[in-house]
């Protein structure tokens, strides 16, 4: 493919409040101090304008300021001298027509200010600062203080005062994220609570629920306090704190709820056992608890590994590239970030402004059409702990099966976010509130399906299955496990039982819940019963209770459920035993109904699917992840797809049926037949995005 290599256009957004809308492809650039001395303004600007940027996010002050700032105990870079950095990539990103972002970093200040101001210092149980664990000579700063409420403010209304931006972001703003015993913050704690601050070594002080929700309430007033105070100097600009996945979960949503216009996940690369989807899970939650809001995902250049850190490296060129992809084919806007203005390595510029260019060229279609997908994976508050396994092996087995699917946050479970949804997934997700037990129930009897995992449902005290009667169980005994040398039977001829040719049973789970089926319900797998895994002389099955494993139920309204009595989205994320795979992709499109699929990609290899919804057209976004280091990073090398075909099931009374591939950028035949739109691709490079467009009655 060729792209063209003229300056992007000038926004018509620019300085006005809805200025976010058209900031879509972000560069970020965090100063070091040595930096001043050695920055080449010209190779940062072409970066910007070969990569189509449109967004500038720039370290400006706060730990060290990089610019020359007035205000006292404002750490100034020591090679600043009389140059402006920052002021001077300001201008050159307003030449181009971007938005500007500075970047302020209030988490630690140095000596002198810690000399100056202890009432600034975040302090450990003994009363004692906290020194910075990297950096000898630096304090960690306490969020409740005067550093935060006033010396921040001050930075952030000086730049907006002396320069040309449309936001201030703050990182790593939210402290130490452990209890900072300073004299005030234990004054202003037992004012507002009655209680003294909780003891870190005492996780069963009754004060910790009160801290936890004085320092969501505390942080949210920060996020208010500095959006309003940058509002009154200039009102198009917004103050917009950095936050990671759970967007403004943690924080208090009455008082923040209007004060993210968009949002920023600091999620910049893969590391452990992080699958290649990854990005794309990210822009699936954040649009999960906010559907109308943008997000950006900040992806870095370099390798993420948080024991290792190495950060003026670069990470494979394929694997920066799959990120911002994989990341904006799910909506989120492609943002990267380098650390660091020389380069000792520029073997990142490259896959950014592939990826940059590809997200320019989809853009036009992607951009103002609406994801949509026929199935939601309920995004559990609890599935962010010690359950994020579960979630992870539904996500990897629905991938693998490609069907599309959205998240929807518990936080947003209504009725009208149901309305055109016809299966919602439940990987694992206890303690379900009246209200949630009250919209699924209520979704079912509508004629929505629900395939429900594990603990999905059960009480707190675990003795109940809320939805149990929707789901056709009852609970005999809570989870048992772990358990070895789990097995379960095939009981009924059933499609939720298909595939396993040549086998009688498979691999169950290793914690099991044991319940019985209520009439009406047909048990599809059967436990059997437990026995021993050694010594080998004594591994074979013996009688005993065979409970339900797998029950499903079709319901009068023609809604269907799926009850998996056992970890299997966990035990598959561990042990990727592909029997496991096949049961929960059976299982949603069992729940799906006889009413075919309304988009299919059918071919080889791992892709990515995103479907984008508008009148008379939708877009199919195939992202190709097939490479030997899908399951965990870096990704060394490109592995194109062939002979994939894109099968869409049209509304009644569809004409005049024209298909587009936009990376591609051609014209692309399309057969119709019997209602089914098929639209064949003979090569996948990284993505491919099939626009299609129709005629339909009421348009006629």
Not at 168 to 191: D, K, P
Not at 194 to 205: I, K, V
Not at 643 to 655: F, I, M, T, Y
Request: aromatic share 8%.
């Amino acid at each position: 493919m060729t792209f063209t290599d003229a300056r992007p256009a000038a926004h018509d957004g620019l300085r006005t409040p809805h200025w976010y809308r058209t900031a879509t492809r972000w560069t970020q650039l965090t100063f070091t101090d040595d930096d001043p001395a050695v920055l080449d303004v010209d190779f940062w600007i072409d970066v910007m304008r070969r990569s189509r940027s449109n967004a500038l996010c720039l370290s400006a002050g706060g730990y060290m300021a990089f610019y020359p700032t007035r205000i006292p105990y404002h750490h100034r870079s020591a090679h600043l001298g009389d140059t402006d950095p920052f002021g001077a990539l300001v201008d050159g990103a307003r030449r181009l027509g971007m938005h500007v972002m500075a970047r302020v970093d209030p988490h630690a200040v140095h000596q002198d200010a810690a000399d100056a101001h202890p009432e600034w210092l975040a302090r450990d149980a003994h009363g004692d600062p906290i020194p910075h664990a990297s950096m000898p000579g630096l304090w960690w700063t306490d969020p409740f203080s005067t550093y935060h409420r006033e010396f921040t403010t001050e930075v952030a209304l000086e730049i907006v005062r002396e320069y040309d931006v449309d936001a201030v972001f703050a990182n790593r703003w939210e402290g130490h994220r452990g209890v900072s015993y300073t004299e005030e913050t234990a004054r202003r704690f037992l004012a507002d609570s009655g209680h003294r601050l909780p003891r870190e070594d005492d996780p069963d002080d009754p004060a910790w629920p009160a801290w936890t929700a004085w320092q969501s309430r505390r942080l949210s007033e920060l996020v208010v306090l500095w959006d309003d105070a940058v509002r009154a100097v200039r009102p198009h600009v917004r103050f917009i704190p950095n936050r990671g996945a759970n967007l403004t979960r943690d924080l208090v949503p009455e008082l923040v709820g209007d004060r993210y216009p968009m949002f920023f996940v600091d999620k910049q690369g893969r590391s452990g056992t992080e699958a290649a989807w990854e990005p794309g899970r990210i822009a699936k939650r954040a649009r999960g608890l906010h559907p109308e809001r943008p997000v950006a995902l900040i992806t870095s250049v370099g390798p993420e590994d948080h024991e290792k850190r190495w950060k003026d490296s670069v990470a494979d060129p394929h694997e920066t590239a799959s990120l911002v992809i994989d990341g904006f084919a799910q909506g989120a806007r492609p943002w990267f970030t380098k650390f660091k203005a020389e380069c000792f390595d520029t073997r990142w510029v490259a896959p950014v402004v592939e990826a940059f260019r590809l997200h320019e060229r989809c853009e036009p279609v992607l951009g103002r059409l609406r994801h949509t997908a026929e199935v939601l994976l309920l995004d559990s508050r609890a599935n962010s702990g010690g359950h994020r396994g579960h979630e992870d092996g539904v996500y990897q087995a629905l991938l693998e099966a490609r069907i599309p699917f959205e998240y929807i946050a518990d936080d947003a479970l209504t009725a009208d976010r149901l309305a055109e949804v016809r299966v919602l997934v439940l990987p694992a997700c206890p303690e379900l509130s009246a209200d949630h037990v009250r919209v699924i129930e209520e979704y079912v009897a509508g004629g929505g399906s629900v395939v429900a995992a594990f603990d999905s449902g059960l009480t707190r005290d675990g003795t109940t299955i809320a939805l149990g009667d929707l789901l056709g169980v009852r609970l005999v005994q809570g989870v048992r496990g772990p358990v070895k040398n789990k097995y379960m039977t095939i009981e009924a001829d059933h499609p939720v039982a298909a595939g396993y040719d040549g086998t009688r049973r498979i691999v169950a789970g290793t914690r099991v819940l044991d319940v019985e089926a209520a009439p009406g319900a047909e048990v599809v797998f059967r436990f059997v019963p437990d026995y021993p895994d050694l010594p080998m002389e004594e591994v074979y099955p013996r009688p005993g209770d065979a409970t339900p494993a797998v029950v499903a139920r079709e319901h009068p309204s023609g809604g269907r459920t799926v009850h998996l009595a056992f970890d299997a989205g966990e035990v598959y994320w561990e042990s990727l035993q592909s029997d496991h795979g096949r049961l929960l992709a059976n299982a949603v499109r069992w729940a799906l109904g006889d009413e075919p699929e309304r988009v299919r990609v059918d071919g080889a290899g791992l892709v990515d699917i995103a479907l984008l919804d508008g009148d008379d057209e939708l877009a199919v976004a195939v992202v190709n992840l097939t490479n030997p280091m899908a399951m965990r990073g870096q990704q060394h090398e490109l592995l194109p797809l062939a002979d994939q075909e894109v099968l869409v099931r049209l509304p009644e009374g569809a004409e005049d049926v024209r298909a587009r591939l936009l990376v591609d950028g051609r014209t692309a035949p399309v057969t119709v037949t019997g209602g089914t739109a098929r639209v064949h691709l003979d090569r996948i490079d990284r993505i491919e995005v099939v626009h299609l467009e129709w005629r339909s009655p009421t348009s006629r």
